[in-house]
């Protein structure tokens, strides 16, 4: 049995998932194939389906939705698609995975899958912690993946592609991912490239970090919940027990509190408020939280 098989199997172990019904997020690329490959491979079709989301972005997306229809149908494994008919001038990459987490939840409740698994792998690893750190991000920031969903997060791409070369598992050819002006594809094909050549192993490294910074973020996590006994339901918190955390901890209960991931700057311009001894009545907004001080007591939305 080959070694991406038998992480797989081991993955299925360890998540409790033998033997119980899984859907894979399939868009027809070499990591997304060589997932349904070894899926395949090691357990009952009749446990698998695929889902598989047409962005509707390029004139090809057409073939790559019949081609891993056609796959499905080789394989009988049940194939659910979708299509998006809108396509917005900006984010799109952050549109696309809202929708195809929307819209893949869709098909698993159908299917009555467990989980959604889908094809990331320890180098897509390296490529977000480091997107991730240039946006500015945290502990928490720095351990990206949800590991549950993730069969392969610890394995380097080389290992797929050897995989697929190995077993000829055919595969679709995205030409948008070359295109560099995507802030993600410019870090993988510039920077990641320069980075291997000062640490080759560079995937072992990060996925050993990444595990660092998870058990980083859940210790200052409970350390927030713990401390003066701060408390996220109250929606309150005296100024003076606020200030008597860690700075850090202080950092990250702004960061739990915001409504969405604030920047460095945000963070940083409030703590500055927050211990310049700001007056009364006066207010600061993070991450689309409004936070007020009134009597020496902080309120937030």
């Known amino acids: 049995m080959n070694l991406l098989e038998k992480t797989f199997i081991k993955f299925l172990k360890h998540e409790n998932l033998t033997g119980k019904k899984l859907l894979l997020s399939v ?6 194939m060589v997932l349904l490959h070894v899926a395949s491979k090691t357990i009952s079709t009749a446990l698998l389906s695929v889902f598989h989301l047409d962005h509707g972005a390029r004139a090809q997306s057409k073939k790559d939705l019949l081609f891993v229809q056609k796959n499905c149908s080789i394989k009988k494994i049940k194939f659910y698609e979708e299509h998006l008919k809108t396509l917005p001038a900006k984010n799109r990459e952050e549109f696309w995975r809202k929708e195809r987490k929307r819209l893949s939840q869709k ?4 299917f009555g899958a467990v989980r959604i698994l889908t094809a990331h792998h320890a180098t897509d690893l390296v490529e977000t912690m480091l997107f991730r750190l240039t946006k500015g991000c945290g502990a928490g920031g720095l351990s990206p993946f949800d590991t549950s969903t993730k069969p392969f997060w610890n394995v380097p791409k080389s290992d797929i592609e050897q995989y697929a070369k190995k077993y000829n598992v055919q595969y ?4 948008s991912n070359e295109d560099v002006t995507y802030e993600r594809n410019l870090i993988r094909h510039k920077v990641v490239p320069e980075l291997r050549k000062i640490t080759p192993n560079l995937e072992k490294v990060f996925v050993t970090e990444s595990e660092i910074f998870g058990e980083t973020e859940k210790f200052i996590m409970h350390s927030v919940g713990t401390c003066h006994g701060m408390s996220l339901q109250t929606r309150n918190r005296a100024l003076p027990e606020f200030l008597a955390l860690p700075v850090i901890l202080q950092s990250e209960f702004l960061r739990l509190i915001a409504k969405r991931p604030p920047s460095f700057d945000e963070t940083s311009d409030c703590l500055r408020w927050l211990h310049n001894n700001p007056k009364g009545n006066s207010t600061k907004t993070i991450g689309g939280t409004k936070i007020q001080l009134k009597q020496n007591m902080l309120h937030w939305e």
Request: proline residues 0%; hydrophobic residues 20%.
């Open 172 to 175: 679709i050819t995205d030409e």
């Open 107 to 110: 098909a698993q409740k159908d």
């Open 27 to 32: 868009s027809g690329g070499v990591d997304s």
